[in-house]
């Protein structure tokens, strides 16, 4: 193949053509939203036509408050949720860890990546307490079971955080208080998020005199617009998806990799595979040169030497966290680009082999 293959979807995904068509209505309607002249009034009206297309596109009829994105939405739901406690998972997205602050309980996961149950029962025993889980994992495409854990929380008196950054538009949203989720996961542009909030009561204003008292800084009225017709576009085919990823997943651990996580629930966008003896650095390289992007754990995290804080909260082996990809697809990935992968892994598992014999 001659162009290069992009499967890194999982970390940004291009920018679809009903987004660019929306952005640029956006950019025409250049005024500040927050200004009372007609040019801001009209500013306002694209603003809240977004805002309202966004709930509309995603079923959620309560408030929808626009951020820079879905780490900056878990920031304030962190730091403003009503709850004195916070809890959050192992394996969430690190933003979550920071955001929730140092006394926040972590939570363990099995093998498959799948929250401790009976550890959150018992979380949630001291008092009411804000929880953080993802729906789906970044690094591995792990599905959380979203029901049980939101029916465990409500009634426990808590409330629920869920990051939906790479479930939107993938998978209906859980019954939580407040969802984290951003366009540029989805086909919108990067930079612009939204936090959805089922009761407004439970989250105090915490400064900023934008977005009902939540966020400082004007609006950013086309990457809003932008948001909304990504996520009205809807993209993603996930039967086409999943018939990719067994595809994918085939051919690697016909060359020797492994899978992580492959009994467990999965989204079908994200795959996470390990070759052991082999290093994620290495191989990034390899498969860059062969004009394959792919990642090694979460975009925001790539540029530190540690180890994935997911899989060893798995518990996995260290071979396989030292030998970890993440692939991840997008609407318009085909088999050929597939293919092209899984003949260039190949071809470093039988370097990997012949390295360790010699």
């Known amino acids: 193949m001659t162009r290069r293959i992009y499967l890194d979807h999982a970390a940004t995904t291009p920018v679809i053509e009903p987004a660019v068509e929306a952005f640029a209505r956006g950019l025409a309607g250049w005024a500040n939203p927050n200004s009372p002249?007609?040019?801001?009034?009209?500013?306002?009206?694209?603003?809240?036509?977004?805002?309202?297309s966004i709930g509309k596109t995603l079923g959620w009829r309560h408030d929808v408050i626009f951020t820079s994105g879905a780490s900056e939405s878990v920031e304030i739901a962190a730091r403003c949720a009503t709850p004195p406690r916070r809890i959050h998972g192992a394996t969430e997205h690190a933003i979550v860890g920071y955001a929730m602050g140092a006394d926040s309980?972590?939570?363990?996961?099995?093998?498959?990546?799948?929250?401790?149950?009976?550890?959150?029962?018992?979380?949630?025993?001291?008092?009411?307490?804000?929880?953080?889980?993802?729906?789906?994992?970044?690094?591995?495409?792990?599905i959380q079971p979203m029901e049980a854990i939101?029916?465990?929380?409500?009634e426990a008196g808590s409330l629920l955080l869920a990051d939906c950054a790479q479930g939107a538009s993938k998978l209906p949203l859980p019954e939580a208080d407040f969802i984290a989720i951003c366009a540029h996961k989805l086909g919108g542009p990067p930079?612009?998020?939204?936090?959805?909030?089922?009761?407004?009561?439970?989250?105090?204003?915490?400064g900023g005199g934008q977005e009902k008292g939540y966020r400082r800084g004007t609006q950013d009225v086309p990457g809003a617009l932008s948001f909304a017709a990504a996520?009205?576009?809807?993209?993603?085919?996930?039967?086409?998806?999943?018939?990719?990823?067994d595809r994918l997943e085939r051919g690697v651990e016909a060359a020797g990799g492994t899978i992580i996580?492959?009994?467990?629930?999965?989204v079908p966008s994200i795959g996470a595979l390990a070759l052991p003896g082999s290093t994620s650095a290495a191989m990034m390289v390899q498969l860059d040169l062969a004009g394959?992007?792919?990642?090694?754990?979460?975009?925001?995290?790539?540029?530190?030497?540690?180890?994935?804080?997911?899989?060893?909260?798995?518990v996995l082996p260290d071979e396989m966290v030292a030998g970890y990809l993440r692939t991840s697809f997008g609407p318009d990935t085909s088999e050929a680009e597939v293919d092209a992968f899984v003949e260039a892994f190949a071809a470093i598992a039988e370097r990997a082999r012949t390295s360790k014999a010699a």
Request: charged letters at 20%; a positive charge.
């Open 105 to 142: 309980v972590v939570l363990p996961v099995d093998a498959d990546g799948l929250i401790d149950r009976e550890a959150l029962a018992g979380a949630l025993k001291p008092g009411p307490a804000l929880v953080a889980i993802q729906q789906v994992n970044n690094e591995t495409g792990v």
């Open 37 to 52: 002249h007609a040019e801001g009034r009209a500013a306002r009206a694209l603003l809240e036509e977004a805002r309202t």
């Open 292 to 314: 394959i992007a792919v990642s090694a754990g979460s975009a925001c995290s790539s540029g530190k030497a540690k180890p994935s804080h997911v899989l060893q909260a798995m």
């Open 261 to 266: 996580a492959k009994e467990a629930p999965r």
């Open 150 to 154: 939101a029916a465990m929380v409500r």
């Open 231 to 245: 996520l009205a576009a809807r993209p993603y085919d996930m039967t086409r998806m999943a018939t990719l990823r």
């Open 191 to 206: 930079g612009v998020g939204a936090l959805l909030v089922r009761d407004l009561a439970t989250l105090r204003a915490c």
